[in-house]
């Protein structure tokens, strides 16, 4: 009899501690769900404040601007001297008949051309420099000087250019003579309306200053990845880089190198998303970061 009471109790034990570790799974459940609703209510309500912060902010900065409306409008490259018509248009807030406004490019000023209550000027531009003008506002000789997000482009280049961002993954091994590189190569490509293309594209591979292969890829390759399988022959010190060479449609080269390798070297420099290189058909360098 005791017997069957110890068993009876020690089933009902076991029951009771089976609904207790079914309730406390269903807690740690609902503390759990509690607390991803409450991230995610917090990354709503930090997302709405930094959206108000933003609006607020533009709002700001519109009631502080003289400017009321602008433009800004990139005219056709000149392939020769590397310059770029840029025309500006703005209307001023406030316009009288003695309102004049000019553009102040590092101390350089362009008058404006009024018509009504709109100013515009057409103001030539190096391709690889930006047009951030300063304003000057003249009312019947009291200026006011200011800079609006709404005049300029910062940069006149990736306006111009198509944008390449290649890399190439996959392995690499050094065995001490020879290195090898084994991957596919892709491409991420951003055209602009000037109307200016990659026409062709090469990939390069060179050892120190001496080139020792140039291949030409196929542009119906990069939609899927352009399989590279390469041998080289190195000895300790020496420096293998892989380039992607773009040939633009005015013939400018833009290089990109996706590969980098210092043979021997416990250091190895990864290529930076971005780095780009920019020369003429004659191989005159032209651009480069930092320029």
Aim: hydrophobic share 35%.
């Amino acid at each position: 009899m005791k017997k069957n009471i110890s068993h009876i109790l020690i089933a009902i034990l076991i029951v009771l501690q089976a609904a207790s570790i079914l309730k406390i799974n269903n807690l740690q459940r609902q503390i759990e769900s509690t607390n991803a609703e409450m991230n995610h209510f917090n990354n709503s309500i930090r997302s709405d404040m930094n959206a108000v912060y933003s609006n607020v902010d533009e709002m700001l900065n519109q009631k502080a601007s003289l400017i009321e409306s602008a433009a800004t409008e990139i005219g056709t490259l000149n392939a020769d001297d590397l310059t770029v018509p840029v025309t500006f248009t703005l209307t001023p807030k406030e316009v009288s008949e003695y309102t004049a406004v000019s553009l102040d490019f590092d101390g350089e000023l362009f008058p404006m051309e009024k018509n009504g209550t709109t100013f515009f000027a057409t103001v030539s531009r190096n391709v690889f420099d930006h047009a951030l003008p300063k304003i000057v506002i003249d009312e019947n000789g009291i200026k006011k000087i200011m800079q609006d997000d709404q005049v300029g482009i910062p940069s006149i280049k990736e306006s111009i250019f198509p944008i390449m961002h290649p890399s190439l993954s996959g392995e690499a091994r050094f065995d001490g003579k020879t290195y090898k590189r084994k991957g596919s190569l892709n491409t991420d490509t951003k055209e602009t309306a000037s109307g200016i293309k990659f026409t062709k594209i090469r990939f390069a591979v060179k050892v120190d200053d001496k080139v020792i292969s140039n291949e030409m890829i196929p542009n119906e390759t990069l939609s899927y990845g352009y399989e590279v399988d390469e041998e080289i022959s190195l000895s300790n010190g020496q420096i293998c880089t892989m380039t992607v060479i773009a040939t633009d449609s005015i013939g400018f080269e833009h290089h990109y190198i996706v590969g980098h390798y210092v043979a021997g070297s416990d250091k190895q420099r990864e290529p930076w998303f971005g780095d780009e290189q920019i020369y003429s058909a004659d191989g005159k360098l032209l651009w480069k970061p930092g320029n």
